[in-house]
Nanobody, 124 residues
């Protein structure tokens, strides 16, 4: 069984920074070799959207709305994934979710996991 637990959200002023963390609980010793990690967010009243991802080629991908401000990273030894968010804007306010997806076997059972989310509020 896989569990993802996000932390690090909170209230920050415009222009500020936050680092979100996603702790992965899994018995697999090569978890990141199987699962592609990404971060999503869901603003109030809107659909969930991708904000950062590791691609199958090992590179990173960001939508234009956060490119240059957000950075995804991971610590394989400790099974942690991070989202560094700089120069935050009010429109970044959302619940942020960590996702682990097995692209080779998706959408079979056990190939797609989400955390419970962490609230980020950008306001003065």
């Amino acid at each position: 069984q896989v569990q993802l637990v996000e932390s690090g959200g909170g209230l920050v002023q415009p222009g500020g920074s936050l680092r979100l963390s996603c702790a992965v609980s899994s018995a697999s010793s090569n978890f990141f070799s199987i699962y592609a990690m990404s971060w999503y967010r869901q603003p109030p009243g809107k659909l969930r959207e991708l904000v950062a991802a590791f691609t199958s080629r090992g590179t990173t991908d960001y939508p234009d709305s956060v490119k240059g401000r957000f950075t995804i990273s991971r610590d394989d030894a400790n099974k942690m994934v991070y989202l560094q968010m700089n120069n935050l804007k009010p429109e970044d306010t959302a619940v942020y979710y960590c996702r682990a997806r097995d692209p080779k076997n998706w959408p079979a059972a056990g190939t797609d996991y989400w955390g419970q989310g962490t609230q980020v509020t950008v306001s003065s």
